[in-house]
């Protein structure tokens, strides 16, 4: 079991189920996966994701508790190599065995090769890519502002942060986009003010749940902040019902309060998030 130091105190899970985690993983944390969400969690929202990069401390943050718990993964929506160039993941010493699973589980990077594996790209995906362009013109949202993220094969997204008014258009495209989605064989995933299109079967929740049994894990602990890492948090709440204990994290956020209201344990956003990495592995020493 780690030290206990007066340096970065640990905060209080308001759950019991959150206080629970924690001890599992303070107890034994060389059998602990600890698993993040990548925009809004490790790295800051902004307007172009692009342009979104990690929060200056998570690389350090991260290399300094990896080796001290059985893995650390990062669970995103994004294609695998993209959360690795814009994370800054690649040959850092620390972070040796630090996976990324990409489009929702659907691309997996291990630092251990610098490789990614995945499977064929779902027909749907490239059949909705050629409509958005169209449905966005007739239904006026791209002269307000709306506009389609490529996301590889695997996805493709609508945003509307730049919108006049983003929440109104993210509402009137939820239902022509629904429809889209259907004739393709694809579901639409919400979240801050974007549409994601893409396969059913494909979830942070999938993901998480066949990572942590692949390597026997027996405490997990899983950062988020948007409503794509709600099957996530439910993927903890079935293993913590099946005696995997779990600490379910927000990165607060005033614009998705779902996480917000089922989390054990809510920080100031990414630089929060940073600061809990840090509290661990002060408790960790």
Do not use: N
Request: charged share 20%; aromatic share 4%; glycine share 12%.
């Amino acid at each position: 079991m780690g030290t206990h130091t007066d340096t970065d105190p640990l905060p209080t899970p308001a759950t019991r189920a959150g206080r629970e985690g924690l001890a599992a993983i303070l107890a034994d944390p060389g059998k602990a996966v600890l698993a993040f969400d990548f925009d809004g969690t490790l790295a800051p929202i902004v307007p172009d994701p692009e342009q979104a990069r990690a929060h200056p401390d998570a690389v350090p943050a991260l290399a300094a508790l990896a080796p001290k718990v059985a893995s650390v993964a990062v669970v995103t929506g994004r294609p695998a190599e993209v959360a690795v160039r814009h994370g800054g993941f690649a040959g850092v010493p620390g972070l040796e065995h630090l996976v990324v699973l990409g489009h929702y589980g659907a691309e997996r990077w291990d630092a251990v090769s610098g490789e990614v594996g995945a499977p064929a790209p779902h027909p749907g995906v490239a059949a909705v890519r050629a409509e958005l362009p169209g449905l966005l013109e007739r239904s006026g949202a791209a002269g307000q502002g709306a506009w389609i993220e490529e996301k590889g094969g695997f996805a493709v997204a609508v945003h509307t942060r730049r919108a006049a008014d983003p929440q109104a258009a993210f509402e009137a495209l939820r239902e022509p986009l629904t429809a889209l989605a259907a004739r393709h064989g694809l579901i639409v995933e919400p979240g801050r003010l974007v549409l994601e299109l893409r396969p059913p079967g494909m979830d942070k929740g999938v993901a998480l749940t066949r990572y942590v049994r692949e390597t026997g894990a027996s405490a997990v602990l899983y950062a988020g902040d948007d409503l794509g890492d709600l099957p996530a948090y439910a993927a903890v709440d079935r293993l913590r019902a099946d005696g995997t204990p779990g600490l379910l994290v927000c990165s607060g956020s005033d614009e998705v309060t779902e996480l917000s209201r089922q989390a054990d344990l809510v920080v100031a956003g990414p630089t929060g998030v940073v600061a809990l990495l840090s509290a661990l592995t002060s408790h960790l020493t």
